[in-house]
């Protein structure tokens, strides 16, 4: 009797145990799934290292060099360049103050705004400050319908935390010939911040699907803790926020601010426009102009690692678990975590590491770039364009230029657009090397770095200016020089006859 009650008791928990491996969310036992692959590159001899306190870059020698060319200056703070391809060769130029300029490739400046929000932005601290007019970006259809797009920092709105810094605001405004009307304004999405880092805010349509991107940053602070962050998990990894996320709506949907794009891969649990989470500070945002239209972004790091990431749909990018490629501590982010480190985010998906890490040898913070499609520099085609800001927050500005290269034989446009079949080796690190600017006499830009964008040839523009904050003098420091071949005549001062440094050259 007891042998036959146990074999019957054993015939029930084997039943009971199949029955558990099928039911529930329908994930089959763990011992048949497969591993997750590891997308992290934290082995990768690419990835930063970690030495005595300090983070350094893997450089490789020689440098490259390059030339820059003045174009055109006079501005604030820039932040970005924009064209709405419209025929006309106008560019827009983006100044964190709150202003939209329209000026040419030969220099001339309209000086009346396209577009000027600084009535309704938040104040910005003038020593230092990350808020304020962030991007702009035309409508596909501008020519005909006018459309453009714009993400600022506004005042709290009523309603918020009392305690937190801004709402930053996604608006449409329509403009006629050369101004926008600043009476059409239509609130899309507004976005309360604890803080007033992290940002975010490229504004960006998708090449190939027409949708409106925009990269969010995580509230701010510091480690992703803190007030206005979820505990445990901080924004990044919480797709119930839109903090720390890639978000992608469509604004081509008659009578509503926006509608969600029908494939976007987050649904239930989570808000609807995120296209990818798991960023700090997505600052700087670019898709491929050449046939891979590969969204690429530029993020900002804590205290040691500044990371660009290709962006998958879907994808799980990994602050703050990680920093860049290493294990990340919130409670003492001066070093890297000791003892393993996962390699998937919480809900079990592969973390997709960078293509790209530096140390901060090469500047504390990453200032995002083009995939480089001209002409004029042949050696560049196809590799990433971008800088550092600089070398400290004080002074007059020491910023990097720098260039990153795929490895040889990856196809851009072979890789997949959903991030579940990403693969280690489509993921693998590009190597990275300084550009020097051979037409300046120390071969630095001397300046703030504060952002590259791509003109109507897809060449380099390089914006600068020698005042670390939005306000401080010199006011007019504000500069945009294109890059040129290295053997462009150099950039002599003529009243001294000697070398200048890009910011003080003559004109």
């Not at 930063?48 to 703070?77: I, Y």
Request: proline content about 8%.
């Amino acid at each position: 009797m007891k042998s036959g009650r146990i074999l019957v008791l054993l015939a029930v928990l084997a039943a009971a145990a199949v029955i558990a491996g099928c039911s529930g969310n329908g994930v089959s036992p763990s011992p048949s799934r497969a591993p997750a692959p590891d997308l992290t590159n934290q082995d990768s001899p690419e990835a930063a290292g970690f030495a005595d306190g300090h983070s350094l870059t893997h450089l490789h020698a020689p440098a490259v060099p390059v030339g820059l060319r003045f174009v055109a200056g006079g501005f604030t703070a820039p932040m970005q360049v924009v064209s709405p391809h419209d025929g006309t060769g106008r560019l827009f130029l983006v100044d964190q103050t709150g202003y939209v300029k329209i000026f040419f490739m030969n220099g001339t400046i309209r000086e009346t705004p396209f577009l000027d929000l600084r009535d309704r932005m938040v104040r910005l601290s003038p020593g230092y400050d990350e808020r304020g007019l962030l991007s702009i970006a035309f409508h596909p259809d501008y020519r005909t319908n006018g459309r453009v797009f714009v993400y600022y920092s506004a005042p709290l709105r009523a309603g918020a935390d009392p305690g937190w810094s801004c709402t930053n605001r996604l608006s449409e405004f329509h403009a006629g010939a050369d101004r926008a009307d600043m009476s059409s304004e239509k609130v899309l999405l507004e976005v309360d911040k604890p803080y007033q880092n992290h940002n975010g805010g490229t504004l960006l349509f998708g090449p190939d699907d027409g949708y409106l991107y925009l990269p969010l940053g995580d509230g701010g602070g510091a480690d992703n803790t803190g007030p206005g962050h979820t505990p445990g998990t901080g924004n990044a990894q919480d797709i119930s926020t839109l903090l720390g996320k890639v978000i992608r709506i469509d604004v081509n949907n008659p009578g509503t601010p926006y509608a969600i794009p029908a494939d976007n891969p987050f649904k239930t649990g989570a808000r609807p426009e995120i296209f990818a989470y798991g960023f700090r500070n997505p600052a700087y945002a670019t898709f491929d102009s050449g046939g891979s239209h590969r969204l690429f972004i530029a993020m900002a790091g804590q205290r040691l690692f500044e990371s660009l990431f290709i962006v998958y749909k879907g994808g799980a990018y990994p602050w703050n678990i990680r920093e860049g490629t290493h294990c990340f501590d919130p409670n003492d982010d001066s070093r890297p975590k000791d003892g393993p480190c996962p390699a998937t985010s919480a809900a079990g998906q592969p973390l997709i590491g960078p293509i790209v890490e530096l140390g901060h040898d090469t500047g504390n913070t990453i200032v995002g770039g083009v995939l480089y499609r001209g002409s004029l520099l042949p050696g560049l085609n196809g590799s990433y364009v971008y800088g550092t800001w600089s070398d400290a927050f004080g002074g007059t500005g020491d910023g990097t230029l720098l260039v990153s290269a795929p490895p040889a034989g990856l196809d851009l446009a072979a890789l997949p657009a959903d991030a579940s079949a990403l693969t280690p080796a489509g993921n693998a690190m590009w190597t990275t090397r300084v550009l020097s600017v051979a037409n300046n006499g120390n071969g630095r830009i001397n300046a703030f770095v504060r952002g590259l964008s791509g003109n109507d040839d897809n060449e380099v523009l390089v914006l600068a200016n020698r005042a670390g904050g939005p306000g401080l003098a010199p006011q007019d420091s504000g500069e945009v020089w294109e890059m040129v071949p290295a053997d462009t005549p150099g950039l002599v001062d003529t009243t001294t006859g000697t070398a200048a440094p890009p910011a003080t050259a003559a004109r």
